[in-house]
């Protein structure tokens, strides 16, 4: 088939504009939405706490340092989250992507969190142990623990904690990564003070896909991260093809289960340096 000289030139700017929308997207992707943070405020009421102020609770989650998460990225969603005030700080793991060294370093950006506030932790996937093992990352928590403790930050790993904060009676079950093989819900709740009436029960978990883990616990809200939201969301639909979860109903965001509630942060990095339709996410709790 012979091609015109004006067929040639209409086909050869066809890709030329297919080229420019690709490179846009993917610019926009990599560079407009991947540190475009979002602050979100989410009421949640669970009855149990008597006092009239919420307790304000600031929640992050998948930090992700890395070589497309730079610290000075985490250090503004630190920053950020520090200007809402909380009463409390607790974060839902994968600190890094993979074998993080700048360990020094990361403590600085985090100390500023338990100097603000009582400031908690449970590890993901990415952090270490058998599953992080599998891509290169740590084989165990021992540089976790390394970082959380410099960090002034209370890592519990299938432990709990009871706290008092003006009044109001916190219980955190922090309980070990599913993926890795290092959720025991049975051994945290054995470790929680007894339950009261006014007193919140609150699980850190990493991944929403463990919820059927602790069903016959009793708990009021579970707070965890690992969908990234979805990291890209399609258009329109809201769909999230790559959250890496088998249940889509909690990829993001408050939903019920159970007559509890489950709290999905979008988190704060990403993997891939890339994000669409799905800002990172410094999320305030207020519970009631
Ligand atoms: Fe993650």
């Avoid at 307790?55 to 200007?83: K, N, Q, T, Y």
């Avoid at 309980?175 to 959720?183: A, I, K, L, N, R």
């Avoid at 470790?191 to 016959?216: G, M, S």
């Avoid at 289960?257 to 993997?271: A, C, D, H, K, Q």
């Amino acid at each position: 088939m012979k091609l015109s000289r004006r067929t040639f030139l209409m086909g050869l700017s066809g890709i030329g504009a297919l080229g420019a929308a690709a490179g846009a997207g993917f610019g926009y992707m990599r560079w407009g939405e991947a540190d475009w943070f979002q602050s979100t405020t989410t009421l949640i009421r669970t009855g149990r706490t008597a006092e009239a102020e919420p307790l304000r609770i600031l929640h992050l989650s998948d930090l992700h340092a890395s070589d497309v998460v730079p610290l000075s990225m985490i250090s503004r969603a630190v920053e950020l989250g520090l200007r809402q005030h909380p009463d409390l700080i607790v974060i839902t793991g994968d600190f890094w992507t993979d074998r993080f060294n700048r360990i020094n370093d990361y403590t600085a950006v985090l100390k500023p969190l338990s100097d603000h506030a009582p400031t908690f932790a449970v590890a993901g996937n990415h952090d270490g142990g058998s599953w992080a093992a599998l891509i290169r990352g740590w084989s165990d928590l021992d540089t976790l623990q390394e970082l959380l403790t410099g960090a002034g930050v209370t890592f519990l790993h299938n432990e709990s904690a009871t706290l008092t904060l003006d009044s109001r009676r916190v219980t955190l079950l922090g309980v070990g990564d599913w993926w890795s093989g290092d959720c025991r819900p049975y051994r945290t709740f054995a470790t929680a003070a007894t339950r009261e009436a006014n007193t919140l029960r609150i699980v850190l978990n990493h991944n929403p896909d463990a919820k059927t883990e602790f069903a016959d616990y009793d708990w009021d809200l579970m707070c965890c991260g690992h969908t990234h939201g979805g990291q890209l969301r399609m258009p329109f639909t809201g769909r999230t093809p790559f959250a890496p979860v088998s249940d889509h109903d909690y990829v993001a965001g408050l939903n019920p289960w159970r007559e509890r509630l489950i709290f999905t942060t979008r988190g704060v990095g990403n993997l891939h340096g890339l994000r669409f339709n799905c800002r990172p996410e410094v999320s305030l709790l207020l519970v009631s």
